[in-house]
């Protein structure tokens, strides 16, 4: 059971959403694993098989980003659609403020994809800090 002081930060529909695509780790990115979605990202999802365990894991998951990553202005599940389909052209930074970067995306493609990829592994972080900064 949930304390009190625990906010929804990560969905958990959009968990199982992004788990269709869970092969290539995107679940275990939006959940603040990077590690394991890394893993997943070049192993096929453990080779399906641990795609086909996170199913029943994704509950977990949830409530521990819950517990870790603070809720405020920022959206997570907007800003992780945003990245995730549009994050080459910066429209997620923008979303977050970050005005600068996201149009050096946009003009460098994600700064030639290893800012696109930067992204992927933190923008959970990202988002808790300027969340926690906006009050």
């Known amino acids: ?65 819950a517990l870790r990553f603070r809720a405020g202005r920022i959206d997570y599940s907007l800003a992780w659609i945003l990245l995730t389909f549009l994050g080459v052209l910066g429209v997620h930074r923008m979303y977050m403020g970050k005005w600068i970067t996201g149009i050096l995306y946009m003009l460098t493609g994600g700064f030639f994809l290893i800012g696109y990829i930067y992204d992927f592994w933190t923008l959970n972080d990202q988002i808790t800090v300027l969340n926690a900064t906006n009050g």
């Open 1 to 65: 059971m949930r304390g009190e002081n625990t906010v929804e930060t990560h969905s958990t529909f959009m968990g199982y959403l992004l788990w269709v695509f869970g092969f290539t780790g995107a679940h275990r990115f939006y959940y603040g694993r990077p590690i394991s979605g890394t893993i997943y990202f070049f192993t096929l999802g453990l080779l399906l098989i641990g795609w086909i365990v996170d199913l029943f894991l994704i509950p977990s998951m949830e409530r521990t980003a």
